[in-house]
C-alpha cells in the first residue's frame, strides 16, 4: 500500500523569506500523481501545485515549486517570498494513475509566518 | 467554480444517536470521499464512491456507512456516535474516468462532537 510521509509537524518563516516543506512516499508504481494542497484558518482545502510522475520537469505555480526527485520518493514545497497569508497546514498527497482510485494524504506540517 | 457543499459546519450530538452527515457537489463529479481531520493523524479516508450506488471503503471504515443514491450527494452516517468520532469531516468530490490528474475539491469541513 501506498504511504505518504510529512516529517516536520511544524515550520517556521519569517515573511519574504523562503521555505521548503517535505514530503516523502512510498510506491512500487512508475506513474502516479503528488499534490500539495493548502488547508487555512478558514478549513476550505485548496489545491496549491501537482505533479505528475511521468514528467521529468519540476511543477511552478508562481511562488509555489516543488522539488520531485523520483528515484528517492521526495516531493518536497518551496514557497518563496513568504507571505502571512500562506499560513496554513499544508498535506502532501499521492494518488494512484488508476481510473478511480483513492487520495493518500501525508499529516501535515502547519506552516507559521512570522512578521 | 466547483462547489462541494457540506450541510452543517458544526454539529453536537449524543452520544447513541445516528448521524448524517450530507455532501453536495454540483459539477457532475462521479468521485467522492469521505475523510476523517484528527490533529497529528492527517486525513483518513472513512468511504469513497466513484459512481452512483458504488461505494469501496476506505483505511477507517468501522463505525461508518455511505449513501450515494444521486451522482452529486455523498453521505456519511454514523449508525451509533460514540465519542471516538469526535472530529472533523471532510468531503471531497472529483471528476473520473480520464481525467486523472485533476485534484480534488473539497466542502468546508463538519466539526462533529458527540458528547
Known amino acids: 500500500a501506498q504511504t505518504v510521509t510529512q516529517s516536520q509537524p511544524e515550520m517556521s518563516v519569517q515573511e519574504a523569506e523562503t521555505v521548503t516543506l517535505s514530503c516523502t512516499y512510498d510506491?512500487?508504481?512508475?506513474?502516479?500523481?503528488l499534490f500539495w494542497y493548502k488547508q487555512p484558518p478558514s478549513r476550505q482545502m485548496i489545491l496549491v501545485i501537482r505533479q505528475e510522475a511521468y514528467k521529468q520537469q519540476n511543477a511552478t505555480e508562481n511562488r509555489f515549486s516543488v522539488n520531485f526527485q523520483k528515484a528517492a520518493k521526495s516531493f518536497s514545497l518551496k514557497i518563496s517570498d513568504s507571505q502571512l497569508g500562506d499560513a496554513a497546514m499544508y498535506f502532501c498527497a499521492y494518488r494512484s494513475m488508476n481510473r478511480d482510485d483513492k487520495i493518500i494524504f501525508g499529516k501535515g506540517t502547519r506552516l507559521h509566518i512570522l512578521p | 467554480d466547483v462547489k462541494v457543499t457540506q450541510s452543517s459546519r458544526y454539529l453536537v450530538k449524543r452520544t447513541g444517536e445516528k448521524v448524517f452527515l450530507e455532501c453536495v457537489q454540483d459539477m457532475d463529479h462521479e468521485n467522492m470521499f469521505w475523510y476523517r481531520q484528527d490533529p497529528g493523524l492527517g486525513l483518513r479516508l472513512i468511504y469513497f464512491s466513484y459512481d452512483v450506488k458504488m461505494k469501496e471503503k476506505g483505511d477507517i471504515p468501522e463505525g461508518y456507512s455511505v449513501s450515494r443514491e444521486k451522482k452529486e450527494r455523498f453521505s456519511l452516517i454514523l449508525e451509533s456516535a460514540s465519542t471516538n468520532q469526535t472530529s472533523m469531516y471532510l468531503c471531497a468530490s472529483r471528476v473520473g474516468g480520464e481525467l486523472m490528474n485533476t485534484e480534488a475539491f473539497f466542502g468546508q469541513g463538519t466539526r462533529l462532537t458527540v458528547v
Open positions: 510506491t512500487s508504481e512508475s506513474d502516479y500523481y
